[in-house]
């Protein structure tokens, strides 16, 4: 009686190891992708948030522009000349703040047919707590694509003529990288927190509109390079109107 040989054979063993071996692949390509999806949700996460939060940190500081300075009543050309300077081509080095301040005369009147305003890359106010406080300096930086606090202390009294001898500390409010593009100023009929004008707020006031960019990519873009949907954040300084005289 001839005995029936029974087990694996050699062709059988193969198949099953590269069936496993494919199926070890899938299972590592299947990992490798759920990481990526997490680590670049965590960080478009993160990019987000520290995008909000340092719009609206630096929507809050600018409301101090002008605080308890200027005129008591009718706005003159003063209180923003000594009080507020726009910079172009600026830098922050070892403490020192240079650039070339623009002229209040250059800020436009803003309409819905003519909506861009004069930019530049730092902005600098004075300002005071009350009444019989020393007046301080502080101001916004945009520089390769981080937005920065800047705070020039008491040793700055006057932003415009102290904003390039003061020593500045800064403090990081948007990283670098995240596209934070130039300030644009202009006068408008604004009001602080999205308030529309009415018939008892007809005053023009120093509008200011930052911006910078989110994790997500505009798909309207006609840009070869990546592109990114910027959000933005727009600051009314009601101590900064526009001058009556």
């Not at 590269?18 to 390509?29: D, G, N, Q, R």
């Not at 819905?112 to 020393?134: D, E, K, L």
């Amino acid at each position: 009686m001839i005995r029936v040989q029974r087990g694996f054979t050699m062709i059988s063993l193969m198949v099953g190891t590269v069936i496993s071996l494919l199926s070890i692949l899938a299972m590592l390509s299947l990992y490798k992708n759920l990481v990526y999806s997490t680590v670049t949700s965590i960080q478009s996460a993160s990019q987000d948030g520290q995008v909000a939060s340092g719009l609206l940190t630096a929507q809050r500081e600018l409301m101090n522009g002008g605080f308890w300075s200027g005129s008591a009543t009718a706005r003159a050309t003063s209180d923003i000349d000594n009080n507020f300077v726009l910079l172009s081509g600026a830098t922050l080095t070892n403490g020192t703040l240079t650039g070339t301040a623009i002229a209040q005369t250059s800020f436009p009147t803003l309409t819905s047919a003519a909506p861009n305003g004069t930019t530049g890359n730092a902005i600098v106010w004075s300002y005071q707590t009350s009444s019989t406080a020393t007046a301080s300096c502080a101001g916004l930086l945009a520089s390769n694509g981080a937005l920065i606090s800047i705070n020039g202390g008491t040793n700055c009294s006057q932003a415009s003529t102290q904003w390039s001898s003061a020593t500045w500390t800064s403090t990081t409010l948007i990283a670098a990288g995240q596209g934070t593009t130039p300030f644009s100023v202009g006068f408008a009929t604004c009001w602080p927190y999205g308030r529309n004008t009415d018939t008892t707020n007809t005053a023009y006031r120093l509008q200011i509109i930052l911006s910078a960019n989110n994790s997500t990519l505009d798909p309207n873009s006609t840009n070869p390079q990546p592109a990114y949907v910027q959000s933005k954040a727009t600051a009314c300084l009601i101590n900064f109107e526009k001058p009556s005289s």
